[in-house]
């Protein structure tokens, strides 16, 4: 192994540190002297936390009564030890005794006792640093192999070992055995009181165990110690796969371990000494139950469950499994929330860096600073209502953050001046500042949990960002802020140092142009037109986090102006040196090469801008011409004659549709071609076909436009006009003066949206049953819905009955995933930050967006306008099996709005309908509700995603969430500098959507039975989005029943 690998390994910081580094640096002190004796689980966990420091001689390393911070080995060199027996430094008597090689020291940190002495540097040193809560986790878990490396230590360097304080109180020092102290959460204790779901499901478990698998429990002997009614971790895994395999619900022992910790939370099950969480390990673990029974030596067969328990254990065990299976992602969680820092994995980093991203208090952070936390934030728990968390004028050594639950602020003299709610944070100002607390925190209900980051780690994690930060200033202010990074790549010129915080448009193209992209002549380019032997990094997504998010900060026209400014157009034949001639190439080469790039990431936009055509055919022209003259830009050639012919294609793709006309039917169906009903996509054909479905601004649309009396005019426009230009024309045609007057949509719940004068694609932004009205603004309480706004949409006059469910999930699929397609990324930003601002159209994820609530409220309408009761429940399950299909399919969408559909309090209100399900529709859909929950910012849906391999059609809604997130919960700008932090984050949300189709659709079609109806019937569903309508069918079904 190479110095340089050990180094590179140990300089990252030690949340970065992946398990190979751990292992390279592990291998290096493995074989140092000054480690002989180590035992390698011990080096493994100092791996993993120490730093490295690299002294000159004369350094002076601490001074006798600082308060220490960190404890050292010396792996290298000599450091003299001065003592002063007054205290004071003048007194400093002559070198005492020396450090040498295979020293340790520092070890007062473990209770905060001043330095006993002064450490200087004889020579050049290299040490090996641990910082402070670190040691103690160390000491903690390895105590006697930790003493006896100490003591060996000192008396090889002629310390007194029973003079030294430090190792007194090591001694004393807490056993892990024991419980901890609060500000250290103990993952092996519970976090709350056991509720009534938990000891139903502790109780339906244990009494399986005893009738069916009563082996699992015995009296164990461990270290001459014995365990009475117990059973192990690994094997409690085991028998709850076997028994929650079978029906889908249980699939992993990870999740099985989840599922135990959650009960463990609740106090359900413990670890018998209380020294574990829940493991899948041979740890002995037993019900709470029967270890209150041993203590209060009551007798085993008292417990012991009767048939009748075991007959209805087994009626509710596929509820409690689902139950659990919902709690077990969040319990994992909690469980790594609770680990110390050092036993974190990497794994386990980047499940709560995930977690931190879309937390609302951490919005305004750095990426950077998010993976730093993400290593020492730590979870706590209380379960009553009144605690007191802090008083005003304590000192503030935490952050918090409210998982959940809720806290009152109060300040003396003026009582509850405010209260704190899930998402919110308190508590960081005292820290900021150095303050006491300036008000106390009390609990204002039983189990709250709260994130929490104490005072240590907020500041040494300040000063680590502040030190790893670079400013490049012009004219005295900032414009670009980057931040040193670790590389992750050996390639030279691909080896990335700093990554962009922020900066100004322009620099940061410029930044982009000289680091991201190659100017050297040395590498060929391949038929997609990409660089065979010099890779842009793809660790490094600064150039295509800039790509996807250009469109924010420097619009299309404003990017080509740099582009031409950073390309050196028409250079004048002047002699030059040939470290000149190259510097002007290597610019020339990086911008074909951005441009390439561009082009091929974005495409269709790009080509919308009519100043493009003229850039790129002048750049085109100008690399040929620097080819012909000078032999160089070969490469350049190529690419630009790829973009050239990707701009003929989209020239002859917009000369097919030109003309092309939509409609938005009055009878509320969703919006076609108009007049050439046999072009539509929605056949699956990949290719020229299907890009004829994606609507374009220059479009026509053909819609109607009311008023309060309910009359209406015929319009037809393009998708692009503002609505100021729609209102003044309706307004024409229909009498009415242009004064105050404003455009709407009205709903069918009566709920009214005003549409603002810039506004644009207005008739395809409509909700199911939504209606354009015009009015006065003063008017618009007089406005009233029409009489078939309350009614079912048009549908095609079929019964879904006649219908094979696979093969309406399959043209259900296919005509979700033509929708799908058409959905560029931009429209995402364009609908997130307002599509006015862009003066862009959103139709295309406009219609998508529909589809979705089409789906849901179709599976409503469908189940309450049906009235007998067997049908009902027929239907309910032909719409499972559709889910179930849909799901099979990867068609995420479709199964998301059947599943909210089925949900839907119109639909769960019906118990009779509920009663008559069989058991297993039932627990398919406890199932499905389960993967879709929203809680944990739908984590289960999530972590499902993350294991599914494209072609995918995704929870649309979802990903406009996290859009609309992390606009809101970010700044675009900050001091005149784009926030690049939240253009990385937009970017990995649209990274996302292009990775669910970055495959083609190419699932295999069902048998065809009615094949032509099932497309005619799934393109126009009947549905009803009104809830009170739906309420009152639902009503009319199954009415209430008033209590007796």
């Not at 059973?231 to 895994?237: F, I, K, N, P, T």
Request: with cysteine; net charge neutral.
């Amino acid at each position: 192994m190479t110095h340089e690998l050990w180094y590179f390994s140990i300089d990252r910081r030690p949340a970065d540190r992946t398990v190979q580094d751990i292992a390279v640096i592990v291998s290096y002190l493995r074989h140092l002297a000054a480690l002989t004796g180590v035992p390698p689980l011990l080096l493994s966990q100092l791996a993993s936390v120490a730093y490295l420091e690299q002294l000159d001689s004369g350094v002076t390393l601490y001074r006798q009564g600082d308060r220490g911070t960190s404890w050292y080995a010396v792996l290298m060199g000599t450091l003299d030890v001065h003592v002063s027996k007054t205290g004071i430094v003048e007194d400093m008597n002559a070198v005492s005794r020396s450090l040498g090689m295979g020293s340790f020291f520092g070890e007062s940190i473990l209770d905060d006792s001043p330095r006993e002495n002064t450490i200087v540097t004889r020579e050049p040193c290299q040490l090996l640093r641990v910082e402070q809560r670190d040691f103690r986790a160390l000491w903690q878990k390895n105590r006697d192999s930790m003493e006896d490396l100490l003591g060996h230590s000192k008396l090889k360097n002629s310390f007194d070992s029973h003079r030294s304080r430090s190792h007194t109180n090591m001694k004393n020092l807490q056993d892990p055995s024991k419980p901890q102290k609060p500000d250290e959460p103990n993952p092996c204790l519970p976090i709350t009181t056991m509720d009534s779901d938990g000891a139903k499901a502790g109780r339906v478990l244990r009494t399986l165990i005893l009738t069916r698998s009563p082996g699992l429990v015995r009296d164990r002997r461990q270290q001459s110690r014995t365990f009475r009614r117990c059973l192990v971790g690994a094997e409690m895994v085991d028998w709850l796969l076997a028994i929650g395999s079978a029906s889908g619900i249980v699939r992993s022992r990870h999740q099985a371990t989840g599922m135990w910790q959650s009960l463990l939370e609740q106090g359900v099950i413990q670890h018998v000494t209380l020294e574990h969480p829940f493991r899948d390990k041979y740890i002995f673990y037993r019900f709470t139950i029967d270890a209150e029974s041993e203590l209060q030596s009551r007798s085993w067969s008292r417990g012991l469950p009767s048939p009748e328990d075991e007959r209805e254990a087994d009626t509710k065990l596929s509820e409690v499994l689902a139950f659990l299976a919902q709690k077990a992602p969040d319990a994992i969680m909690r469980l790594i929330l609770r680990k110390p820092s050092y036993e974190r994995t990497t794994d386990d980093l980047e499940m709560i860096y995930d977690e931190l991203l879309h937390i609302k208090a951490l919005a305004h952070l750095s990426n950077s600073v998010k993976r730093e936390l993400a290593g020492v934030i730590v979870f706590e728990a209380h379960p009553s209502n009144g605690t007191v968390l802090f008083h005003q004028g304590d000192e503030g050594k935490s952050w918090y953050i409210i998982l959940k639950g809720s806290v009152n602020v109060v300040i003396r003299g003026k009582g509850t001046v405010c209260s704190l709610y899930e998402g919110d944070d308190f508590g960081k100002l005292a820290l900021v500042n150095d303050a006491p607390r300036a008000a106390t925190i009390v609990l204002r209900e039983d189990s709250c949990h709260f994130l929490r980051v104490d005072k240590d780690d907020f500041n040494r994690i300040l000063r680590d960002v502040e030190a790893n930060t670079v400013r490049l200033k012009e004219h005295g202010q900032d414009v670009l802020v980057l931040e040193k990074i670790s590389a992750n790549n050996a390639n030279p010129y691909s080896h990335f140092k700093y990554s962009v915080m922020a900066g100004s448009p322009a620099k940061m193209l410029e930044h982009l142009l000289e680091t991201r992209l190659d100017g050297r002549d040395r590498s060929s380019v391949d038929s997609t037109g990409r660089r065979t032997s010099a890779p842009s990094g793809d660790t490094d997504l600064f150039l295509d986090d800039f790509l996807l998010t250009h469109i924010i900060f420097m619009p299309i026209h404003q990017l080509l102006t740099e582009l031409t400014r950073q390309y050196p157009f028409h250079t004048k034949k002047v002699e030059t040196s040939c470290q000149d001639r190259e510097f002007i190439l290597a610019c020339k080469r990086r911008v074909v090469q951005f441009v390439h790039r561009w082009v091929t990431t974005i495409y269709d936009p790009v080509f919308e801008e009519v100043c493009t055509h003229a850039f790129l055919q002048e750049l085109f022209e100008e690399v040929q011409k620097e080819s012909m003259s000078s032999g160089a830009l070969q490469d350049e050639v190529n690419l630009m004659m790829q973009v050239m012919d990707m701009q003929r294609t989209y020239a002859e793709e917009t000369s097919t549709v030109s003309g092309q006309k939509w409609k938005l039917p009055p009878s509320g169906q969703p919006v076609s071609l108009f007049g050439n009903p046999s072009s539509h996509a929605e056949d699956g054909i990949e290719g020229p076909i299907e890009r004829r479905c994606t609507m374009h601004g220059c479009d026509d649309i053909i819609f109607r436009v009311y008023c309060a009396d309910h009359t209406y005019c015929t319009l037809r426009f393009p998708l692009n006009t503002p609505a100021d230009t729609l209102k003044h024309v309706a307004a024409d045609k229909l009498g009415l003066k242009h004064d105050d007057l404003v455009l709407v949509e009205l709903k069918s719940s009566g709920e009214k949206i005003s549409f603002s004068d810039t506004d644009v694609s207005i008739p395809t932004s409509l909700s199911v049953n939504g209606r354009i009205f015009i009015s006065l603004k003063d008017h618009l309480d007089a406005l009233t819905c029409l009489p078939e706004q309350e009614n079912a949409t048009e549908g095609a006059n079929f019964d879904i009955e006649i219908f094979s469910t696979r093969e309406l999930a399959y043209h259900m699929t296919v005509l979700d995933w033509s929708l799908f397609k058409c959905v560029h990324e931009y429209e995402l930003i364009y609908k997130t930050f307002g599509r006015h601002h862009f003066r862009k159209i959103t139709s295309n994820l406009d219609v998508f967006l529909r589809r979705f609530n089409e789906i849901q409220f179709w599976v409503v309408t469908e189940l309450c306008l049906t009235a007998s009761h067997s049908k009902r429940v027929s239907l309910f399950r032909k719409f499972l099996k559709l889910a179930a299909y849909c799901k099979e399919y990867q068609n995420l969408n479709a199964f998301c709005a059947i599943v909210m559909g089925l949900g839907n309090v119109a639909v769960t209100r019906m118990n009779q309908t509920w009663e008559r399900l069989p058991s297993k529709s039932r627990k398919v859909f406890a199932e499905f509700e389960t993967f879709i929950d929203p809680s944990r910012n739908h984590r289960a849906y999530r972590m499902a995603l993350n294991k599914t391999t494209p072609p995918i059609i995704p929870f649309m809604p979802l990903i406009l969430k996290d859009m609309t997130f992390t606009h809101e919960g970010n700044q675009t700008y900050s001091d005149s500098l784009v926030n690049f932090e939240k253009m990385h984050l937009l970017a990995s949300t649209i990274r996302t959507m292009r990775l669910c189709r970055s495959r083609p659709l190419n699932i295999p079609p069902p048998t065809p039975r009615s094949e032509a109806e099932v497309r005619a019937y799934i393109r126009c569903l009947r549905c009803i989005d009104n809830q009170r309508v739906l309420n009152q069918l639902s009503q009319r079904n199954e009415p209430s029943q008033r209590p007796k």
